[in-house]
């Protein structure tokens, strides 16, 4: 099993997919992180050998911001928002969807069910 930004990939998938299970790369970007190591996309992970492996680290400690620093740079960009006083900080801080949805109704993912609906019945007891 190779262990790659301290994330296990699974052993049988091809190695295009089990790249993807690192936070912060898709599809795309493993075909381009694949294409600059030179290894085929249909490659499992468990035939991959130790230089490919190699390869593959130093490509994206190099290039990409992955795992925990792309979180903590996602996080520090919300708090700056926030901190100006800006519409989508302002949005983050009530909990509520930030581009346009209407919130009337269909916010629940968002909101949350804290507020009670009004005119709802309860169950009788049996």
């Known amino acids: 099993m190779a262990r790659i ?14 790249l993807t299970y690192i936070y912060g790369i898709g599809i795309s970007r493993s075909q381009k992180i694949l294409e600059k190591a030179k290894i085929s ?7 991959l050998n130790d230089e490919n492996i190699i390869s593959i680290r130093n490509i994206l400690s190099n290039d990409y911001e992955l795992e925990g620093n792309l ?7 919300i708090k700056r928002l926030m901190e100006i006083g800006s519409y989508r900080g302002r949005r983050h801080r009530l909990s509520l969807p930030l581009r346009g949805q209407r919130t009337r109704t269909n916010a629940r993912t968002r909101r949350g069910t804290k507020k009670t ?6 169950a009788p007891k049996k």
């Open 5 to 18: 930004e301290g994330v296990d990939l699974p052993k049988n998938k091809r190695i295009e997919i089990s």
């Open 71 to 77: 979180k903590r740079l996602e996080s520090m960009n």
């Open 41 to 47: 996309r249909d490659t499992k992970v468990r035939e």
């Open 117 to 122: 609906i009004a005119g709802k019945k309860k």
